[in-house]
């Protein structure tokens, strides 16, 4: 495996279930991020981690909780979302720490959430 | 006003012909300029990446970077059907705080053959 992998590519749940999302990037870099993408707006950034340490919260709901155990895995877990929840779900990682400028990310190819 | 504003398109032209993609932005402090392309269903990949003003050449792609009247460009030449995506420019400043990059809705372009 190269690059960025998340898994699964597909999820479909109702309200009441609780699923993750896992990423894993190949590459060595030391930030790892969690985007939201919905039609017709920018990309949200939703959670950021630096060096396995969370340093950034948007302001997400508590129906997301990300964990990151090691630097080349970041997890979201999800429970009891909302139909409004449905989106494409992008991990990206950059070599260097988020806010240093210049930090290039590197995405994988998404999750594609359901919530019916 | 949004920080980076870009035109969501569709913008449709045919093969072979030069595209021009366009990002504005307000926040003078961004330092660092990216494109990115987005095929249906994928994650975006990095396509070109800028520090400051001035242009830079990769093939049939060149991006421009022109600070003082904060505006970026995508220019693409002899433009394929296989370039039909979504382009997104992308943005952050020199450093300090933890928002990383901030970008544009995205561009629809389709390339007809």
């Known amino acids: 495996e190269t690059g960025v992998t998340q898994t699964p590519r597909h999820l479909v749940m109702g309200m009441t279930n609780k699923k993750s999302l896992k990423c894993e990037q190949h590459?060595?870099?030391?930030?790892m991020y969690w985007y939201k993408q919905s039609a017709k707006k920018p990309l949200e950034l939703m959670f950021v981690y630096n060096f396995k340490e969370q340093t950034e919260n948007n302001s997400v709901p508590s129906r997301f909780s990300p964990e990151c155990p090691n630097s080349s895995h970041l997890f979201l877990h999800l429970h009891t979302l909302q139909p409004e929840d449905s989106a494409l779900y992008l991990c990206a990682s950059s070599q260097l720490p988020s806010g240093q400028g210049g930090d290039v990310q590197y995405f994988g190819p998404g999750t594609r959430l359901t919530v019916t | 006003q949004k920080e980076v504003e870009q035109d969501p398109g569709p913008l449709s032209v045919p093969e072979g012909a030069i595209v021009s993609l366009n990002c504005t932005y307000s926040n003078s402090a961004f330092q660092y300029f990216m494109w990115y392309r987005q095929y249906s269903r994928k994650g975006p990949e990095l396509l070109m990446y800028t520090y400051s003003s001035g242009n830079k050449e990769d093939g049939r792609f060149t991006a421009q970077v022109d600070k003082s009247s904060k505006y970026i460009s995508l220019f693409i030449r002899d433009s394929q059907p296989s370039d039909s995506a979504t382009y997104l420019c992308?943005?952050?400043?020199?450093?300090?705080?933890?928002?990383?990059?901030?970008f544009g809705k995205g561009t629809h372009l389709i390339i007809q053959p």
């Open positions: 590459l060595g870099h030391n930030a």
């Open positions: 992308a943005m952050e400043g020199s450093g300090g705080g933890a928002d990383g990059l901030t």
